[in-house]
């Protein structure tokens, strides 16, 4: 492309885009082509003015034509509804969204009728009410021309994004952070977003990284005690909550106060949004990473349109999970005594809406309709065989689907599909005596099964830790489609005399919390013994995992290395702020207090080991089907080891927090994928497991 070179902060954006995914994806290599946009060429329009396009038409253009594969922007200047045949994702990583002042270099003070330079209508607003004597003048150029001219005496002072400035290391023009509740940026401000071709294989697969579980959650009929406590949960974490009309209002107050709640019902003759805007707006807030809880009234999948918004899911490839919920057929018969089934009366019934599709109009059933109806059958899975051949002496074809369906509602159902020909012979159902759930008819084809497109969707995750950490494992795991399965090798326990010594632990200048378990089973003890936290000494831990224990109870240790999580980087971080005659405890478990080595030993003589925790392995003797392991100790390998050997791990992926737990895995790796967390947090594991499934499929692709 010829023209105008794209800006410093384009490039330095772009760059800083792309040496996040190269460490997240070293399966790619990612070239730098230089574009210019109309926003670079043109110099004169007021901003204001512009279309919406400005600044990514030609990266558009080059892109639809195949000649690049991706454009990074800033998140603002997208416009909001992207070009035909575009697809996108944010990424996560957002720098500060405030605006800024800027003042000339030569000068510190704002004249009271300063000239002031801004491109926004919003940024003309905040400084119409600030400065009510100002002159406001459009101002045009890239950030270092804005500021050159800014130094030249064509402005008093710029207000401009903190972003930008950040991104190209000129913060230290910044003379006054505007605070966002005097200044409210634009929603994408201070996020890049990563624009290419629809359907491009690869990048579908990348935006599995960033692009977050979108929730179709069952409100319940009537009444907020009607929902799950699953509706509920997911409502307290949500970004955005788009809800129908049969919604109980009560129910949105469990959602943040910072989320934003969106109106999507329908009554008849009366929609607040057609179906395809429900849609859209569906996969809008899930291109940008948000935390989407679509809220149904009843139970979505019955009457609910459920099928055609999970369709757009299928179509971009999102994560998606359904909640079920309590429909108004419950409420109107098991709340009421109407029971739709009673011994010796009846055992069955039918459940149609007489409404044709598409009009509303009342359109009675003919026989043969009737007779296609899906059809339920409780309480008959070890009598497939005899239901099968009652089902086609009435009629239906032996080619008719059916499926049995296990542990429905559990977190892991078991499902077979087939006909009414061959059910029996399935393996899982003939070699199965538990309860199951019959359903036949056309829709009970395997087509219908719900599909997992998380980064690690349809994995089995075996998550060895503690009993402590399940909860964020659990959490993590299933954010990227996977299922979390909970086998815990060790059991934390506190010391016989911990609590006699809890006093001597705190009377310390420094106390070195080793893990995320420790700092719970610290903060545990101090609630336990009505201790304040005010007591504790200065604390250095190591890793973000146990930074976010203490964050929790708002306690913020001196010394948390981050990056070189290791007993090396928190040596190297003492060693800098130990004074002389300072008294150190560190709180150890009791495989800890029996290793030959210590390096934290060795490089502090004078530092005191504290027994403050049992450290005990389990024994199982059956291992759960799994495809990962995440292990978050040295002592869980070894439990895991005992119980069931190395080589239980063949062929599987094995996940250690941090480098002693990898080297404890030894050196028969080369039957398994042995991987390391780039950060010492639970969440960390799950994460670059994802980002190396990713790889894994994008080198399959690329192959």
Same mark, same amino acid.
């Given at each position: ?142 950030? &270092? ?16 994004? $903190? ?84 919604? %109980?209002? &009560?129910?949105?107050?469990?959602? %943040?106060?910072? #989320? ?35 809220? @149904? ?23 998606? @999970? ?9 409420? #109107? =018969? ?18 149609? =809406? ?35 051949? #009652? ?92 299922? $979390? ?100 405890? @560190? ?60 080589? #239980?791990?063949?062929?599987? $992926? ?25 950060? $010492? ?23």
């Amino acid at each position: 492309m010829t023209g105008t070179r794209p800006s410093r902060l384009s490039l330095a954006q772009t760059e800083n885009a792309l040496n996040r995914l190269r460490k997240l994806l070293p399966s790619l290599n990612f070239k730098t082509i230089q574009i210019s946009s109309p926003g670079d060429r043109d110099k004169i329009t007021d901003i204001r003015e512009t279309p919406p396009d400005f600044f990514t038409r030609d990266l558009d253009d080059t892109i639809t034509a195949g000649e690049i594969d991706c454009a990074v922007h800033s998140a603002k200047d997208m416009p909001e509804q992207l070009r035909e045949g575009l697809d996108f994702f944010r990424l996560p990583w957002r720098e500060d969204p405030r605006d800024a002042v800027i003042l000339p270099q030569s000068d510190g003070e704002i004249p009271r009728k300063p000239r002031i330079g801004i491109s926004s209508a919003r940024r003309e607003e905040y400084c119409r009410q600030r400065f009510p004597e100002g002159n406001i003048l459009s101002i045009r150029g890239d950030i &270092e021309q804005r500021i050159a001219q800014l130094d030249e005496g064509k402005y008093d002072l710029l207000i401009m994004a $903190a972003a930008g400035l950040n991104r190209i290391n000129l913060s230290h023009r910044i003379t006054e952070f505007i605070p966002l509740e005097e200044l409210t940026p634009p929603e994408g401000q201070g996020y890049l977003a990563v624009t290419f071709r629809k359907g491009d294989r690869i990048f579908n697969l990348i935006r599995k990284l960033f692009v977050k579980p979108v929730i179709f959650a069952g409100a319940g009929s009537g009444s907020a005690n009607n929902a799950t406590v699953a509706v509920v949960n997911a409502l307290k974490s949500c970004d955005v909550c788009l809800y129908d009309a049969l919604c %109980p209002a &009560e129910l949105l107050e469990y959602t %943040p106060q910072t #989320a934003e709640r969106l109106f999507a019902g329908k009554r008849k003759g009366a929609h607040s949004h057609s179906q395809e805007e429900i849609c859209t707006l569906i996969a809008a807030y899930a291109r940008k990473g948000k935390s989407v809880v679509r809220l @149904k009234g009843g139970d979505p999948g019955i009457f609910g349109r459920l099928a055609e918004e999970l369709s757009i899911m299928d179509d971009l490839e999102f994560p998606f @999970k359904v909640l079920p919920g309590v429909t108004s057929l419950s409420a #109107a =018969t098991t709340s009421t005594g109407l029971l739709l089934t009673r011994r010796g009366l009846s055992r069955g019934f039918t459940v149609a =809406t007489p409404r044709k599709s598409g009009t509303g109009d009342i359109e009675w059933f003919s026989e043969d309709e009737r007779k296609s109806f899906p059809q339920v059958y409780f309480m008959g899975a070890t009598d497939i065989n005899e239901i099968s051949v #009652a089902l086609k002496k009435d009629g239906c074809p032996g080619s008719l689907p059916v499926a049995v369906v296990y542990n429905a509602g559990s977190p892991s159902p078991i499902i077979a599909c087939g006909t009414l020909d061959d059910i029996a012979e399935n393996p899982t159902v003939k070699n199965n005596s538990c309860p199951g759930i019959i359903i036949a008819g056309k829709n009970a084809d395997s087509r219908f099964l719900y599909s997992s497109y998380g980064a690690l969707g349809g994995m089995k995750i075996l998550f060895t830790g503690s009993r402590r950490l399940f909860g964020e494992a659990a959490q993590s795991i299933e954010m990227f489609g996977a299922e $979390a399965i909970f086998l815990p090798m060790i059991e934390l326990s506190l010391a016989p005399d911990a609590q006699s010594h809890l006093e001597y632990i705190l009377n310390v200048d420094w106390l070195i919390v080793p893990s995320p378990s420790c700092a719970v089973l610290l903060i545990e003890l101090m609630e336990k013994t009505s201790t304040d936290i005010r007591k504790l000494p200065q604390i250095a831990i190591c890793g973000l995992g146990t930074a976010a224990v203490f964050s929790e109870k708002h306690i913020y240790p001196a010394i948390c290395t981050e990056e070189n999580f290791g007993t090396e980087g928190l040596i190297v971080a003492l060693k800098k702020r130990l004074k002389a005659g300072e008294r150190m405890i @560190k709180l150890c478990s009791d495989k800890a207090l029996s290793r030959a080595t210590n390096k934290m030993r060795d490089a502090f003589p004078a530092l005191e080991e504290f027994h403050f925790y049992n450290n005990s392995p389990l024994n199982y003797s059956t291992l759960p089907d799994f495809d990962a392991a995440l292990f978050t100790s040295p002592s869980g390998v070894d439990a895991f080891i005992k119980s069931f050997t190395i080589e #239980a791990l063949r062929g599987k $992926a094995a996940m250690s927090i941090g480098e002693p737990t990898f080297k404890s895995l030894g050196n028969k790796n080369e039957h398994f994928n042995p991987l390391i967390s780039s950060e $010492a947090t639970v969440s960390s594991m799950v994460s670059t497991l994802a980002s190396w499934k990713i790889n894994c499929k994008i080198l399959e692709i690329l192959n």
